[in-house]
T-cell receptor, first 109, second 113 residues
């Protein structure tokens, strides 16, 4: 079993929809949780990070962490075609970062 | 402009021919790392460095070497590349080892024949 599990998708939604992306993990030592967006043929770019449990909002993006369930989510409101990309969750317990496999999102006009 | 650069961006080589992929950052970051990205396996950390002359193994270090002689540079060395090292490689840097604000380079696509 992988340490971080993420549904690979693809997830296809119409423009304007609310998107929910999720990851589950098994290592209870993870304390920092990040979401990255990766466009085709580009390096990942950091979208959001949270420390421990709770919610964090940044514009159309909301990150949630539930450490008791070992479950993290990224919500995208009013999704746009430009949001079409692969979304990677990542977690850290110290010096190393562990990534999920990524979920490919397609937002159709 | 704050950035992480990698060279080359694309490389085709043959088994056993030593190669080096360079990585440089201009943000004065302490922490640098190398990842490989493979379909279905996601990003996996190869090596990381917390500061000059301090390096450590990640999840998949076999077949790779690194060095950190200067703060800004962190080259990845494949002494004897093999076909199973065909992959997309990313260098990344962050201000601290917590990595909550990690910047990635554009990637190096390597094909080993």
């Amino acid at each position: 079993q992988k340490e971080v599990e993420q549904d690979p998708g693809p997830l296809s939604v119409p423009e304007g929809a609310i998107v929910s992306l999720n990851c589950t993990y098994s290592n209870s030592a993870f304390q920092y949780f990040m979401w990255y967006r990766q466009y085709s043929r580009k390096g990942p770019e950091l979208l959001m990070y949270t420390y421990s449990s709770g919610n964090k909002e940044d514009g159309r993006f909301t990150a949630q962490v539930d450490k008791s369930s070992k479950y993290i989510s990224l919500f995208i409101r009013d999704s746009q075609p430009s949001d079409s990309a692969t979304y990677l969750c990542a977690m850290s317990a110290g010096n190393m970062l562990t990534f999920g496999g990524g979920t490919r999102l397609m937002v159709k006009p | 402009e704050a950035q992480v650069t990698q060279n080359p961006r694309y490389l085709i080589t043959v088994t056993g021919k030593k190669l080096t992929v360079t990585c440089s950052q201009n943000m004065n970051h302490e922490y640098m790392s190398w990842y490989r990205q493979d379909p279905g396996l996601g990003l996996r950390q190869i090596y990381y460095s917390m500061n000059v002359e301090v390096t450590d193994k990640g999840d998949v270090p076999e077949g790779y070497k690194v060095s950190r002689k200067e703060k800004r540079n962190f080259p990845l060395i494949l002494e004897s590349p093999s076909p199973n090292q065909t992959s997309l490689y990313f260098c990344a840097s962050s201000l601290t080892d917590r990595q909550e604000t990690q910047y990635f380079g554009p990637g190096t696509r390597l094909l080993v024949l």
